[in-house]
């Protein structure tokens, strides 16, 4: 097993203890959509542009619809199973899966009102730094101040931005969050009030 197969269990688990009509945190979906989503990301290489590209996003959302149609269980059975063969997603899996399956699993959780985070193993907290730090250097680069992210031991994961220093500490997974705009985190900011609050309202993620 890697992380991201362990993760991509777990988000199963997860999804079929609070059902198919459970709110997310990403807006406008249940976690019916959000299921269809993966499914299409990793079934449907047609759809795939869509995800990140406005100008095929028609099509995507078409496909994706017609995914959710699908009963509950059929959905996570073809989700659990992993990419087909033919998906590139089979090879590069424990590479692009992690921060995926990670996010998606706290917009589960996070969604239903009260939570708590999570205890992550020292090998996944490793597994999510690998992407979340070149991930973070981009998404961080334009911020309204100079934003350095940073993990409780003091390792440094990203900094960018331009204007008075904000320190944001967290552990990964709540680093992780952050960087794809996620508001229902765990993290401490240090800096001016003023710059703090720029860097918690300015827009995030991909």
């Known amino acids: 097993m890697t992380i991201a197969r362990d993760e991509r269990a777990a988000l199963v688990t997860t999804l079929r203890a609070v059902g198919p009509d459970a709110p997310t945190l990403c807006e406008g979906w249940t976690t019916r959509d959000l299921t269809a989503h993966m499914i299409v990301r990793e079934y ?24 959710a149609e699908a009963d509950w269980e059929s959905m996570l059975a073809k989700f659990a199973a992993g990419p087909p063969l033919y998906s590139p997603m089979k090879l590069i899996d424990r590479f692009v899966n992690v921060s995926e399956y990670f996010v998606h699993h706290e917009d589960v959780r996070r969604a239903a009102g009260a939570w708590e985070p999570r205890t992550i193993s ?12 070149p991930m973070a250097k981009r998404v961080i680069s334009k911020s309204p101040a100079t934003v350095e992210l940073v993990t409780p031991d003091g390792e440094q994961v990203a900094t960018g931005g331009t204007g008075p220093s904000v320190r944001v500490v967290g552990e990964p997974l709540e680093l992780l969050l952050f960087s794809f705009g996620r508001a229902q985190t765990r993290l401490d900011f240090e800096g001016d009030a003023d710059a703090v609050a720029a860097v918690k309202a300015a827009k995030r993620g991909f």
């Open 44 to 67: 449907r290489l047609d759809a795939s542009p869509g995800i990140l590209i406005s100008a095929f996003a028609g099509h995507t959302k078409s496909v994706q619809d017609k995914a």
């Open 122 to 133: 020292a090998e996944a907290n490793k597994a999510i730094l690998t992407p979340l730090k």
